[in-house]
Nanobody
Framework: QVELVESGGGSVQAGGSLTLSCGFS????????MAWFRQAPGKEREGVAG?????????YCADSVKGRFTFSQDNAKSTLYLQMNSLKPEDTAMYYC?????????????????WGQGTQVTVSS
């Protein structure tokens, strides 16, 4: 069992920045990837960015966030981060972090068993 707790969401104006955090705990042995996802009202869940535990490579799943969002992690603090700059109204969504032990694509939410409760990000124009 892996527990994940997101924080850092909020309301900002377009062009602003937010940093999301995801604290993880529990039995993370066997975890193959961890990632951020988001879901806007009426839209499908979308992979944002993640990392493969073996090798430590980072992947940005959504072209729309490349160059604006930065994924990072601090293993000493058992925390993932998502630094979001130049926010746009279309970034408005509930953001979730998740952990997977499937070994498959880090960007596919179907591969993830453990999810946090989410943190809301609202960007106004």
């Amino acid at each position: 069992q892996v527990e994940l707790v997101e924080s850092g969401g909020g309301s900002v104006q377009a062009g602003g920045s937010l940093t999301l955090s995801c604290g993880f705990s529990g039995n993370t042995r066997g975890t193959t990837s961890m990632a951020w996802f988001r879901q806007a009202p009426g839209k499908e869940r979308e992979g944002v960015a993640g990392t493969y535990i073996i090798g430590g490579s980072t992947i940005y799943c959504a072209d729309s966030v490349k160059g604006r969002f930065t994924f990072s992690q601090d293993n000493a603090k058992s925390t993932l981060y998502l630094q979001m700059n130049s926010l746009k109204p279309e970034d408005t969504a509930m953001y979730y972090c998740a952990a997977s032990s499937s070994g498959f694509s880090a960007c596919d939410g179907r591969n993830y068993k453990y999810w946090g409760q989410g943190t809301q990000v609202t960007v106004s124009s």
